[in-house]
């Protein structure tokens, strides 16, 4: 077991899907299978559970997981003490989907503060492919995309962080079912943004299924204002609903028969070597990104009971 290994794991946990991670990691699929089949030999015990959707961690692979975050962090720490305290001090401009700041952004500055206060921090909202151009142009250090499609022929490199399904939010007076079929789904008329509607109609193409769409908002708290107000429903990533406490007025809806989802993405340029103060600020990221997810924010299960991140 190697730190290579342990990253390519991680990768696969992340995305929840070795075809995913394999692209991500610039790594052909069959020989991270064949990582992954190596190191389950070594630990003596299944780490994977493959799925029809992908793949998922058994028990032992939660641990390793915790236990391989852990490890990857500290690498990193010990990197940066290496590489001299004078460079994490500098300013990092990162980028981030408005559909991401409201639940991400919050806990970074808290993780940003209390591990390195010495680095200063600064975020830039835009959609991906904004963010990507402005990654290109070296307008932002380092950007959290929601999509891959935008980033072919970049010169940017992509890691997959996690998986997120799209639900319907509808005003809880509509009453609607917590399931509901995807036959259901296209009768109603739904608000989305541009993007997202791009995302999901592209995996819904294959199926012949043609939403319908009354209205195209490329904003996100005008959408959530809507459909916590109005009779409007829309079908979003379930993290743009999800608020520190229950909110009553909006009721989250699974589509099944189908799985719409989106990746979150971490994007930064190919450089031969990142700056102390980028490779800091992405085990912020992933650390964070790692507490979101535990409190089951990107998917629609209620969180487990919630915690600051000052805690961690």
């Given at each position: ?14 995305a ?5 991670a ?20 070594e ?16 028990q ?18 010990v ?47 835009a ?23 935008a980033?072919?022929?970049r ?11 799209f ?5 809880a ?15 109603l ?16 193409q ?8 009354h ?40 589509v ?38 535990r ?18």
């Open positions: 077991m190697n730190l290579r290994t342990l990253k390519y794991f991680v990768a696969i946990a992340d929840g899907s070795l075809t995913a394999a692209e991500a990691i610039a790594i052909a699929q069959p020989a991270l299978s064949r990582q992954m089949r190596a190191l389950e030999e630990m003596g015990v299944p780490l994977l559970q493959r799925t029809a959707r992908g793949v998922r961690l058994t032992a692979g939660v641990t390793l997981y915790e236990a391989a975050q852990r490890m990857l962090d500290e690498a990193q720490r990197k940066r003490q290496l590489a001299g305290p004078a460079e994490t001090g500098s300013r990092v401009v990162l980028g981030v989907s408005p559909t991401l700041s409201r639940v991400l952004v919050p806990g970074l500055f808290e993780r940003c503060h209390r591990t390195l206060d010495e680095m200063r921090l600064t975020v830039r909202e959609f991906t492919p904004e963010l990507l151009d402005m990654l290109e142009k070296g307008m932002v250090d380092m950007a959290i995309i929601t999509s891959m499609g980033s072919a022929g010169p940017l490199a992509l890691h997959p962080l996690v998986g997120e399904p639900a319907l939010a509808s005003p007076s509509m009453k609607i079912d917590p399931i509901i079929s995807l036959a259901e789904l296209a009768r008329p739904l608000l989305m943004t541009t993007l997202h509607r791009t995302v999901v109609e592209r995996q819904l294959p199926m012949g299924v043609h939403l319908n769409i209205s195209e908002i490329d904003s996100v708290d005008a959408i959530r204002e809507l459909v916590r107000t109005g009779d409007w429903c829309a079908l979003m990533p379930v993290s743009m609903f999800k608020e520190p406490r229950h909110d009553a007025a909006i009721t989250l809806t699974e099944s028969g189908v799985q719409l989802n989106r990746q979150l993405m971490m994007a930064t340029r190919i450089e031969a070597t990142p700056s102390t103060a980028v490779a800091a600020l992405r085990e912020i990221v992933l650390a964070e990104l790692a507490r979101l997810n409190m089951r924010v990107f998917n629609l299960g209620k969180a487990p009971g919630r915690t600051s991140a000052r805690s961690k």
